[in-house]
């Protein structure tokens, strides 16, 4: 038998959501995950319900950041010429 999920907030978890989603999808959505400094469970629960992400700055959401704006200056660079 499984251990039964408590949350930090003392909330059972018992119940599983599962979806599909296109290549595209799923890396829009990695990316978002690892600049909110969330989980991916709490990430996507705040998005579908509608509640407020608030990103609490770490080492971790700093790389993201980080390696996020360079990819964007890449792409920016390779367009410019």
Known sequence: MSA???????RWRSKTIAFRVSPEENEQI??????????????????????DIVVQGNPRVY???RDQL???LGELRGRGG
């Open 63 to 65: 790389k993201a950041l």
């Open 4 to 10: 039964k999920n408590l949350d930090n907030h003392n």
């Open 30 to 51: 990695e990316i978002a995950v690892r600049l909110s400094g969330l989980t991916k469970q709490d990430y996507i629960t705040r998005r579908l319900l509608n509640r």
């Open 70 to 72: 360079a990819a964007v």
